[in-house]
């Protein structure tokens, strides 16, 4: 008899344009989810239009294109995905906007210790 196939980790995509903060994420969470990292919105856009993911987590002040202008889309494509914003400056006018705007599961201040984020993400996946 063979055991049953174990739930598949839940898909995480990670976006910031800081490879240290990539890799500190990645190592810190890998255990538990299933990881894949951007670098920037535009390289997170074309991975979300090739898959589904369960939550995104992106910075929200990189080059190009910002975190809230890439959640705010990525809603619209995938309106089921849990997404949370990351920042290093905390602007009260801005979350007020950008929980509703992007439908924001949570904002997580910079750097976030992965146990932090592991609980934020958990939250998040429970209100599915």
């Given at each position: 008899m063979t055991a049953?196939?174990?739930?598949?980790?839940p898909s995480i995509l990670l976006v910031d344009?800081?490879?240290?903060?990539?890799e500190l994420m990645r190592a810190g969470l890998g255990g538990e989810f299933e990881i894949e990292t951007a670098a920037s919105a535009e390289e997170a856009a074309l991975l979300t239009g090739t898959r589904q993911y369960d939550v995104i987590i992106?910075?929200?002040?990189?080059?190009?294109?910002?975190?809230?202008?890439?959640l705010m889309r990525s809603a619209e494509l995938q309106?089921?995905?849990r997404r949370?914003?990351?920042?290093?400056y905390?602007?009260?006018?801005?979350?007020?906007?950008?929980v509703p705007l992007a439908g924001l599961a949570a904002?997580?201040?910079?750097?976030?210790?992965?146990?932090?984020l592991k609980r934020v993400i958990r939250a998040a996946l429970a209100k599915k």
């Open positions: 049953p196939a174990a739930d598949p980790k344009d800081e490879p240290y903060i990539l992106c910075d929200q002040i990189m080059p190009g294109q910002n975190g809230l202008e890439f309106p089921s995905t949370i914003m990351m920042t290093g905390i602007n009260p006018e801005l979350l007020s906007r950008a904002c997580v201040l910079k750097p976030a210790h992965p146990d932090e």
